[in-house]
């Protein structure tokens, strides 16, 4: 069904239409696997939508001599066809013809043909594989502005607040043009302006506050949300819950960067909960603490710095089940004093200032592991948040409750009609596949690319390499070129600052910090002689413009100075240079230290072609390449794991925490 066509289905907050969960059998799981690679392959073929695309252009020929009310007269006749017929390709190529004609007049933008083929995909059900630059932003209008014209309620999902707001207020007026509403959810909206965002035709909203919402609505709705119960509730008059429900159901939705949100994030399941009254808790994690910090690596506890995890070792256990006999009751239980100690161990040696967090206003702020942002009203859970604090020397946050939780790979599951677009998906195609049944389908550039890639440089020691990008950002500088360094953390991003500052070269940071200018520096980053650092936050959504003087000297050049955790990640760094036929360079300066911070997650191999020997030879020089893309495959070996094992947790329990509530 999410693969398909879209549904049509009346909107309305008592009926609330999803996909509702199901356990396939084991051998239609079977049988799904082994007819996937072909399954996949059929859905991504866009011969049909290419004839769809040439009748396109036919009818937009048709609508130029038309004035513009007669536009809205017609998008007016095409509304009630859709409503009363539903789709066919007749109808969609009238209303994709009528859209573009819109957009060219009311934004001063006209759909490519490559958009063209973009909004098809996106309306029956794939992803859309389009390289960074081509108008994403524009092209989900077309499938957007299709499916509210049927009276689908239509979601687009971006990444954070910033994109949301601007990508709704950008494509608004073609939306009102077209006789369509459009609402937008951001972090500060009150409930009463969500639900008003949710009731428009069109709502742009970000992935976590949509999921939120959603949660919020099913602990309203509790066990009771049968259609037919809302429906009798509904009767009773403006007091019934579904008048104080903020979604319609789970309809239409469009993801951008649909890797970002459907994969990567797909780690961490969201939760929501609750402050708990509990005043001796804090004294019991400040004694996981002072515990943690009595213990040995190696001896008390292993680290597995890759998966986030802390293993007590035999001796680690005996040694605090002897130090809890003379703590408190609440030290007794086996279980529970395991579980303090690990996620003190946590907080003291996995999670990291300014990589994984910031210290601001005298409380601790989580940076988003995926796009370098800050989450300032998130908290992790079971005391890590506090111990983190404690660690820190903040006050420490009233301990939180879970009420609900839900993983990505189900909340997506159940729209009607799921689709997406993002500029590196081919990667991940098969997850795509086998978890939201979505298909990718390569979208050609509008223009050729004249992207260069250099070769790229490796180092054995990190310090050499950093050296080595001050060099060669001198060197661009000197040559009037924008260049823009992406790293891989505050910390770094920091560092590296502090390095050019002392060679003399005139730069800006974007990274957490400084998330509230990202638009403006990012906006002059093309700018001739512009030297921007940059954590994973700067790629995504955000155009970056050339000047012509910055064209005329080769365009933006892109470092890279560590691998992302999926190469993929990196394409989205190179892809900020040469967009829409731009001139434009890209090149890695990496350090064979950079994946090395926790060896013994290495195999044995991986440490003979690092060791003294294989130094004193150069033979870890000649390796380098295969051997850094080798870790990063682990690296996405691991995460993939990570999320099937999300997945199952979320498909098996359909409950929350053992001790709490429901399963979302």
């Known amino acids: 069904m999410m693969a398909g066509a879209p549904v049509i289905r009346a909107a309305s907050h008592v009926l609330r239409p999803e996909v509702e969960d199901r356990r396939e059998p084991w051998l239609e799981q079977v049988l799904r696997a082994a007819g996937a690679p072909f399954l996949r392959r059929l859905r991504a073929r866009k011969a049909r939508h290419l004839s769809m695309i040439r009748a396109i252009g036919r009818a937009g020929a048709a609508l130029e001599q038309e004035s513009e009310a007669q536009l809205?007269?017609?998008?007016?006749?095409?509304?009630?066809?859709?409503?009363?017929?539903?789709?066919?390709?007749?109808?969609?190529?009238?209303?994709?013809?009528?859209?573009?004609?819109?957009?060219?007049?009311?934004?001063?933008?006209?759909?490519?043909?490559?958009?063209?083929?973009?909004?098809?995909?996106?309306?029956?059900?794939?992803?859309?594989?389009?390289?960074?630059?081509?108008?994403?932003?524009?092209?989900?209008?077309?499938?957007?502005?299709?499916?509210?014209?049927?009276?689908?309620?239509?979601?687009?999902?971006?990444?954070?607040?910033?994109?949301?707001?601007?990508?709704?207020?950008?494509?608004?007026?073609?939306?009102?043009?077209?006789?369509?509403?459009?609402?937008?959810?951001?972090?500060?909206?009150?409930?009463?302006?969500?639900?008003e965002a949710y009731g428009a035709d069109i709502t742009y909203c970000t992935n976590k506050e949509l999921t939120f919402d959603y949660l919020r609505d099913r602990l309203l709705l509790g066990e009771q949300a049968h259609p037919l119960r809302l429906q009798a509730e509904y009767l009773q008059g403006r007091e019934a819950r579904v008048h104080r429900l903020l979604l319609r159901g789970l309809h239409f939705a469009i993801v951008d960067e649909a890797d970002s949100v459907l994969v990567d994030e797909a780690r961490t399941p969201l939760v929501i909960s609750s402050n708990c009254d509990n005043p001796g808790e804090e004294k019991v994690l400040r004694e996981a603490m002072q515990l943690a910090g009595e213990m040995e690596q190696g001896r008390h506890f292993e680290l597995d710095a890759g998966a986030r995890k802390v293993r007590l070792t035999a001796s680690g256990k005996l040694w605090l089940a002897a130090r809890a006999g003379a703590m408190g009751a609440l030290?007794?239980?086996?279980?529970?004093?395991?579980?303090?100690?690990?996620?003190?161990?946590?907080?003291?040696?996995?999670?990291?200032?300014?990589?994984?967090?910031?210290?601001?206003?005298?409380?601790?702020?989580?940076?988003?592991?995926?796009?370098?942002?800050?989450?300032?009203?998130?908290?992790?859970?079971?005391?890590?948040?506090?111990?983190?604090?404690?660690?820190?020397?903040?006050?420490p946050t009233p301990l939180r409750e879970t009420l609900a939780r839900i993983s990505y790979q189900r909340f997506f599951r159940r729209y009607l009609h799921l689709s997406g677009m993002t500029g590196t998906a081919r990667e991940v195609a098969a997850e795509l596949w086998s978890v939201y049944g979505l298909a990718v389908t390569r979208v050609p550039p509008h223009k050729p690319s004249r992207r260069r890639y250099l070769p790229s440089r490796y180092f054995r020691r990190e310090e050499d390499k950093w050296r080595a990008v001050v060099e060669r950002v001198e060197a661009l500088h000197a040559a009037g070129r924008p260049v823009l360094v992406g790293t891989h953390s505050v910390e770094a991003s920091e560092s590296l600052s502090r390095r050019f500052d002392a060679a003399g070269l005139p730069h800006r940071v974007l990274n957490a910090r400084q998330d509230a200018e990202e638009a403006e520096i990012i906006a002059r980053a093309g700018e001739a002689g512009r030297i921007t650092i940059a954590t994973s936050m700067a790629g995504r959504g955000t155009d970056i413009k050339l000047d012509e003087t910055a064209r005329e000297r080769g365009g933006l050049h892109v470092i890279l100075t560590r691998l992302f955790d999926a190469a993929r990640n990196d394409r989205q760094l190179a892809g900020r240079c040469a967009r829409q036929g731009d001139p434009g360079s890209f090149e890695a300066l990496l350090s064979l230290q950079d994946s090395c911070e926790d060896p013994r997650r290495l195999a044995w191999w991986q440490r003979l072609l690092l060791g003294g020997a294989a130094r004193a030879s150069g033979l870890d020089m000649r390796v380098a390449p295969w051997l850094l893309r080798s870790i990063q495959a682990g690296v996405e070996r691991r995460h993939a794991r990570i999320r099937r094992s999300v997945w199952r947790h979320d498909e098996q329990s359909k409950q929350l925490l053992s001790f709490s509530g429901r399963g979302e």
């Open 72 to 195: 809205r007269a017609r998008a007016r006749r095409l509304r009630r066809e859709l409503q009363r017929d539903g789709f066919d390709d007749a109808r969609v190529v009238a209303a994709f013809a009528l859209v573009r004609e819109m957009a060219g007049r009311v934004l001063g933008m006209r759909h490519f043909d490559t958009q063209l083929l973009g909004g098809l995909l996106l309306l029956y059900g794939r992803v859309a594989e389009m390289d960074t630059g081509e108008g994403k932003t524009l092209t989900a209008t077309l499938a957007a502005a299709t499916a509210a014209l049927a009276g689908v309620p239509v979601h687009v999902i971006t990444v954070n607040d910033y994109l949301t707001a601007r990508d709704a207020e950008q494509m608004r007026p073609l939306y009102e043009a077209l006789g369509l509403t459009v609402g937008c959810v951001v972090h500060e909206v009150s409930q009463q302006e969500r639900r």
């Open 331 to 395: 030290w007794k239980g086996t279980v529970r004093r395991e579980g303090l100690v690990q996620q003190a161990l946590m907080a003291r040696h996995l999670f990291v200032r300014d990589v994984d967090y910031l210290v601001r206003d005298g409380g601790i702020q989580i940076i988003d592991e995926h796009t370098g942002r800050v989450m300032a009203d998130r908290s992790w859970e079971r005391g890590l948040h506090q111990m983190v604090e404690i660690k820190e020397g903040c006050e």
